[in-house]
C-alpha cells in the first residue's frame, strides 16, 4: 500500500505530506481513518464527559456558557442545546467561502486534534466528520470572521454546522443544504452531546490549514526563485563568482549555502555567465546577493515549517480533560492552546519574506527591460523594433504592482488587537489575518516569478543570436529554459501576453518548474 493510500488519526503523527495528500486528493484518495488506540482514548475521554455531568461537576463550556457567559450555570436538560447553540450562534463568517484544498484540510487538522482523546468529543461524532471528508462532503467556511483566539471560533463553526444538518455543503460540485449534502452521500446528522460544540469550534484548525499550505508553496517558490535568478543571471551576462562556496563559508548561516550550493548547481557547465577574467569584477546586488537575500527567505520557511508540524499534532482547544490512567480521576483544565500567536507570528514572517522573493525578483526583472542598467547587453525592453513595439515593459509594470501591494500585505497582522467578549477575551493574534494576508503575497509572487522567468528566457534568445548555437546553458537553467519554451515562444513583435504570463504562472504554481529542473539536475 502506498504510504498516501490511507491516512490513520492518532493526534501525534500527522505530517505536512499527509495534509498535502488529503487536501489536494479527491475525496477518499487517500481515505482518513480513526487509529483503533486513538477511537480507545475518544472513548474514554467521551465517558468522562457524562461521568461529570453526573457528578454535577462544573465545568466551562460544558455546563457553563461561553466567553463572557462563563459564570452561567447551565441546566442539565439544556446542556445539549447548549452545544448546538454554539454552533449555529458562531457561524457569523462572512467573505468568500475557502476554496477545496484549505477545507480539506481544516477538516483534517480538527479531526487530528480530536483524536488525541482530550476533547472529550464521541467517536461517532469525529467519525462522522471523517466521513465527510471521505466521500466529498466539504462544509461551505466563509474565510473571515476568525480571531485567532479563542481559536477559529467562527469558521470552525460553519465547518461542522453540517454534522447536526444545518449550513452548507459542497458535494461534487454543487453547494447543497447541509442535511442534503449528508443524505446524498449516504450519512446522516446527529445530535451533539456535551461538549461537543466546544470540541469541534475552539481551535486552531484554520489558522493551522493556511500555515501548511502557504508553507507548502512558499518551499515550492523558493526553489523557483533560484531557478529565475540564474536564468537572469545567465541572460545578463552575470558571473557566478559570487556563489563561491568559500565566500559564503565565512558567513555560515546554513541556509545561505544551500542556496549557494543549488545555484552553482544550477549554473554547472554554463557558457552564458560572464568570464571569470572580466574586468567587470562584480554584479549588481539583486545577482550578487541571491544566496543572502534567498538563504533569509529559506530561513523564515524553515522556521515556518516547525512551528506547524508542531501544531499539527497539537491539541488546542479549551477546557482539556486529563484522566489518570491508574485512579480514573479526571481533571478539567482550562488554559489558552486556542491562542493562534504561534501560528500568526509565524506566518506575519513569513509573509514579508516571501515578499522580498517578489521584490528582488521585480529588480532583476527591471534590469532585464532597462537597456541601460544591463550596459546594452540585452535590447530595450527585450524588444528590436523598440518604439514600434514595447516588449517587456509593460509586464515590469505588473510585477511592479504586484511588489508594491505585497509591501502593503506584509505588515504584520499579529501586533494588532481588539479585545472581544466583555473584555474577556482581551487578547487575540489574528492569525487568520495573517493567514489569508500570506496567501496574497504568495499569489503575486507566484506571478512575479512567472513574468521574470518569461523575461529571462527572452535574454537568453538574445544572447544566443549573439553568441551562435553553441552558447550552452547552466544544466538546470537549461531544463527550465526548454520547459518555458515549450508554452511561451519567442516574442519577436508585440502580441496579446496575458495568456503566456497565466501559463508560465501554471508551470510556477504546479511545481512542474522545479520538478523538471531538479530531475535534469539529478541525472547530470
Known sequence: MNIHDEVILDGESLTFSQVLAVAY?????????????????????????????????????????????????????????????????????????????????????????????????????????????????????????????????????????????????ELAGETLPGDAALRRAGLAPIALAAKEGLALTNGTAVMCALGVLETARAERYSQTADIAGCLSLEALNGTDLAFDARIHALRPFPRQQECARYLRGLLRGSSLTREHASTNVQDAYTLRCIPQVHGAVRDAIAYARWVFEIELNAVTDNPLLFIDEASGAIDVLSGGNFHGEPLAIAMDYLAFAVSELGNIAERRLMRLTDDNSNTHVLPAFLTREGGLNSGFMILQYTAAALATENKVLAHPASVDTIPTSANVEDHVSMGVTAGLKLRDVIDNVEHILAIELMAAAQGIDFRRQELGEGARLGRGTAAAYALIRGHVPFIERDRAMAGYIEAVRQLVADGSIVATVNRAMERA
Open 25 to 169: 486528493g479527491r475525496p477518499g484518495h487517500p481515505r482518513v481513518a480513526l487509529g483503533e488506540t486513538a477511537r480507545a482514548r475518544v472513548a474514554r475521554a467521551a465517558d468522562a464527559v457524562q461521568t461529570l455531568l453526573a457528578r454535577g461537576t462544573i465545568a466551562y463550556g460544558i455546563t457553563t456558557g461561553f466567553g463572557a457567559f462563563k459564570d452561567r450555570i447551565i441546566a442539565p436538560e439544556q446542556v445539549e442545546l447548549l452545544q448546538h447553540n454554539i454552533l449555529v450562534s458562531h457561524a457569523v463568517g462572512v467573505g468568500a467561502p475557502f476554496d477545496t484544498p484549505t477545507t480539506r484540510a481544516i477538516m483534517l487538522i480538527r479531526a487530528n486534534t480530536l483524536a488525541r482523546g482530550h476533547s472529550g468529543i464521541r467517536p461517532a461524532t469525529l467519525q462522522l466528520l471523517l466521513d465527510m471528508l471521505n466521500a466529498g462532503v466539504h462544509p461551505i467556511i466563509p474565510c473571515k470572521g476568525s480571531l485567532g483566539a479563542s481559536g477559529d471560533l467562527a469558521p470552525l463553526a460553519h465547518m461542522a454546522l453540517p454534522l447536526i444538518g444545518h449550513g452548507q455543503a
